[in-house]
């Protein structure tokens, strides 16, 4: 059965889906009445999804100049990355004996989602495949001071795959094995291993899925 969106729901994965495709680069306009026109809705669904996605770090509303979406520098990436590898890290370590047989579970089911997306060609999907596999393990640390701060990191990795990844960047194709190595590891009871083959993953994600840091 066909999903029934609303408009404003509509016009978001709309808009994606042409960031994704690499239609509009950071830093450009995202006019309102044209692209309503274009999706078949009112301006005010279009609206709304600019609001959703300016919550989501993608675009920045200016004065006189509306909606653009951001233009990260290398540095705030590489910062984000950088961070991400150390808190990741860190939930593991500490989080290390509560990945249970269900979480694995959990785990390689976003594998397989990663992988599938991969090769189908849905770029949004994928990454979102693969950035909830790390949502998942983070869960295990029990803290969620420390959960909240790694989901902000998530978050902004998602902007930045969204705008600049290229839509099917083969060097990436790597990641769902990188992933399933890591719960090979972990469920092997290898800590030490596991904990350091994850901060090496994600520091080396940066440069693999953004060309050009």
Do not use: W
């Not at 269900?102 to 693969?130: D, H, W």
């Not at 291993?193 to 899925?209: D, G, K, M, P, Y």
């Amino acid at each position: 059965m066909k999903e029934t969106l609303s408009p404003a729901v509509h016009a978001y994965r709309e808009m994606m889906q042409l960031i994704a495709e690499g239609e509009f680069k950071p830093g450009d306009r995202l006019p309102t009445v044209p692209l309503a026109r274009r999706f078949g809705v009112s301006r005010t669904p279009v609206t709304e999804a600019l609001k959703r996605m300016e919550g989501e770090g993608i675009v920045t509303f200016t004065l006189g100049s509306g909606a653009r979406l951001i233009a990260p520098t290398a540095k705030e990436i590489r910062d984000t990355y950088f961070v991400r590898a150390h808190l990741e890290s860190l939930a593991l370590e500490v989080g290390f004996e509560r990945v249970h047989r269900p979480m694995v579970i959990q785990l390689e089911s976003f594998v397989e989602m990663e992988r599938e997306y991969f090769n189908t060609g849905e770029k949004i999907n994928c990454i979102q495949a693969g950035l909830d596999f790390h949502r998942e393990l983070a869960k295990a640390s029990g803290n969620e001071r420390l959960i909240s701060y790694i989901n902000n990191t998530l978050t902004a990795s998602f902007v930045y795959l969204v705008l600049l990844e290229p839509a099917r960047h083969g060097l990436a194709a790597q990641h769902p094995g990188q992933h399933h190595r890591l719960v090979e590891l972990v469920t092997a009871g290898k800590k030490e291993e596991a904990v350091s083959f994850l901060r090496h993953h994600v520091l080396e994600s940066c440069t693999i899925n953004i060309p050009g840091l």
